[in-house]
């Protein structure tokens, strides 16, 4: 996948004239020098990743659903996100083949896929600018990619997974690949959602790449030949993308599909009601990247001024990124890892005709940015995930392994710490309250949830009343006495246990409990 014409003066023309064994042996040899770096290079850049059992609340959420899947279960009927499935999918394949019991596969894989990531890049770069590009590409990416808060670098989620498709897409684009190039988007799509914003540079590479060659052979009659052929690339592109979506439709329930990748969102993708809160969030984490790239601001000004020449494409790709970033109005940390491929690329173009010292300075000054978030990761404390572990401790010996539970909460990861069965298809409060964007209050309550969600909740705890209930609210705005429905739960059929952990609050099931009252709750005349 990664073996290489010589760079050109052209963008994407044809290569200069080399035999063919000669050709080989340089890029046979180039590669085998290269990758073993950036496979070092990205195993120590991710060495927190291995130091907890998890690092956000998302790896959780990933880990319960595989564990459902493999238990039965179906995405998007017995267990809901607001993702497409392909990582749900590759964590369920992850625990068949390795276990459940621990997230080591999935942080391997992450490595992994930053590594093609680099990979990739450095093969782009390698194409237009040459070997020494390459190589400050493939060293960059893992270097820029460490620079936010570990939370949202070091876990094993949607944004990391997303990276490896968006780069392929671009490499099989600027080598007129079309089809390849769909399937690549299709990848990143089905990953998450904004991965789909690579398909504008894409097309617009596709376009140009063409219009290029087609100038390149002026005057041969070529330029309609290349058009045309532009034209049906077009095709190819379109069923590389949509036969692997169609089909992750049909393999789940298609239905259910387009309501949680698409159309049951709005609420969640809405920038009212917490404005300051995101915001701030927004300028924070841009602060962090920003200081990611401390030793590039040089070099990007000279590939803005560069636009004109090699560099236009990468310019609409980090365009199209950061409008992905913006989009649903949250701006966490992890959507800002879409913005570091364009962004390694822009660097590396102004970044290659300086003199070695001047590329090595630049570098140097990255590679101890990256130390100290290396540092932040290894040292930080994770007072959350602690908090998890106690919940899942006391959860575990309030109940037997085939109880259901309830955790009413944003830390999806207690059933999987407690290794116990959610009582619910929505693993956390965020989708029957809004609270999942992270808001600070306005505009959560049980009428902001996702539609029909509560009468679905009801009529799971009536089939199957869970054996405990906890409440990790812990004064924020989902707590149970601000939802009627779920408050007439807890006071009719449920009794608090005196002891507390943090403030989470345990709930059994009361003695007095009874169908008749269930009936009354849920709306069911007695006796039907």
């Excluded at 944004?159 to 780069?167: D, K, M, S, Y």
């Excluded at 505009?443 to 089939?463: D, H, P």
Aim: proline content about 9%; some cysteine; overall charge positive.
């Amino acid at each position: 996948m990664l073996a290489h014409p010589p760079p050109s003066a052209l963008r994407y023309g044809p290569p200069a004239r080399r035999t063919a064994p000669a050709a080989t042996r340089r890029t046979t040899g180039y590669w085998r020098r290269l990758l073993p770096v950036l496979a070092l290079l990205v195993l120590v850049t991710r060495i927190p990743s291995f130091r907890h059992p998890l690092w956000s609340p998302d790896e959780g959420y990933l880990a319960v659903q595989a564990r459902i899947l493999a238990d039965g279960g179906a995405l998007y009927e017995t267990v809901v996100d607001r993702k497409p499935p392909l990582l749900p999918w590759l964590y369920g394949a992850a625990f068949t083949l390795f276990g459940d019991e621990s997230l080591y596969a999935m942080k391997a894989l992450a490595a992994l896929a930053h590594l093609l990531t680099a990979a990739l890049l450095a093969s782009i770069a390698r194409d237009r600018w040459g070997d020494r590009a390459g190589r400050i590409a493939g060293v960059l990416h893992p270097l820029l990619a460490t620079g936010l808060n570990p939370e949202d670098t070091q876990a094993a989620t949607f944004e990391v997974f997303i990276l490896p498709f968006t780069a392929a897409a671009m490499w099989c684009a600027g080598r007129g690949r079309p089809g390849a190039a769909g399937l690549a988007v299709a990848g990143a799509l089905l990953t998450k959602q904004t991965g789909g914003a690579v398909l504008v540079p894409v097309l617009w590479l596709l376009r140009h790449s063409a219009a290029d060659g087609a100038g390149a052979r002026a005057g041969s009659g070529a330029r309609d030949g290349a058009g045309a052929a532009g034209r049906a690339g077009l095709p190819r592109l379109a069923a590389g993308l949509v036969l692997p979506v169609l089909g992750a439709a049909l393999l789940t329930d298609p239905a259910g599909f387009l309501f949680w990748t698409v159309t049951g969102s709005a609420a969640y993708a809405t920038f009212t009601g917490s404005e300051l809160h995101v915001l701030s969030r927004g300028l924070a984490n841009t602060a962090l990247l920003c200081l990611a790239c401390a030793g590039l601001p040089a070099p990007l000004v000279r590939a803005r001024r560069a636009a004109r020449g090699t560099t236009t494409d990468l310019w609409v790709w980090l365009a199209a990124s950061a409008v992905a970033v913006v989009a649903g109005f949250h701006f966490f940390g992890h959507y800002f890892l879409q913005l570091v491929p364009p962004l390694v690329l822009l660097a590396t173009a102004a970044l290659r005709p300086l003199p070695p010292e001047r590329v090595a300075s630049a570098l140097l000054t990255s590679g101890c940015v990256c130390a100290l978030f290396l540092t932040w990761g290894l040292l930080a404390p994770r007072p959350e995930l602690a908090h998890a572990q106690r919940l899942a401790d006391s959860v575990r010996a309030l109940t037997a392994p085939e109880d259901r539970i309830l955790v009413w909460g944003i830390h999806p990861e207690t059933y999987w710490l407690a290794d116990r069965t959610p009582a619910s298809r929505y693993l956390t409060a965020g989708l029957l309250t809004n609270y999942s964007g992270g808001r600070d209050g306005p505009g959560v309550g049980e009428k902001y949830g996702v539609a029909g969600a509560w009468s679905v909740l009801t009529a799971e705890l009536r089939a199957r009343p869970p054996a405990l209930i906890v409440d990790d609210s812990r004064g924020k705005p989902f707590a149970p006495d601000r939802l009627p429905t779920l408050r007439a739960l807890l006071a009719r059929h449920y009794e608090p246990l005196p002891a507390t952990v943090d403030g989470a609050v345990f709930y059994v099931r009361s003695p007095a409990s009874a169908p008749r009252e269930a009936d009354a709750l849920y709306g069911r005349p007695p006796g039907s």
